[in-house]
């Protein structure tokens, strides 16, 4: 299913991050197309299996990763980063469980190339609708300067 331009995808993103943050996830104005073709930051999310695959991909968060959509969407979100990395990871992904969100995380990904990759100003948020019916996990981040 792509999520891409999904009206009740976004109002999720969007409203989950609103609700558990306390910020907005976009600007005034922006919408499901601007999230994925034009955020200045990566934007993803997976979803509630036991080994979470990514559902949703903005342009950035592929770029970054040098996948495209369809190779992205359905692959599980742990090869986002090498092995090592994934108890850390794991430890995030716990305490956004627990706590609804973590921010200011900052870590090294993988590449579809083994190309490794700092990612910087990570938040990462339950998708908890109104009824608090947890639907995944999304997560916003910005490669740093130079990066």
Do not use: C
């Not at 601007?34 to 997976?46: D, N, Q």
């Amino acid at each position: 299913m792509d999520l891409t331009n999904d009206p009740d995808f976004f109002a999720l993103l969007s409203s989950s991050h609103q609700r558990l943050v306390g910020r907005p996830l976009l600007p005034a104005g922006a919408n499901a197309r601007w999230a994925y073709e034009e955020a200045p930051f990566a934007l993803l999310a997976h979803d509630t299996d036991a080994d979470p695959l990514f559902v949703y991909a903005n342009r950035m968060a592929q770029e970054s990763f040098g996948y495209a959509l369809d190779e992205m969407i359905g692959m599980p979100s742990r090869l986002s980063a090498e092995a090592p990395d994934r108890s850390e990871r794991d430890r995030l992904l716990a305490a956004v469980a627990r706590d609804g969100y973590v921010a200011g995380y900052s870590g090294v990904r993988i590449a579809k190339s083994g190309r490794r990759f700092p990612i910087v100003d990570v938040t990462v948020w339950q998708l908890r609708d109104e009824a608090g019916i947890d639907h995944g996990q999304a997560a916003t981040y910005r490669l740093p300067e130079g990066g």
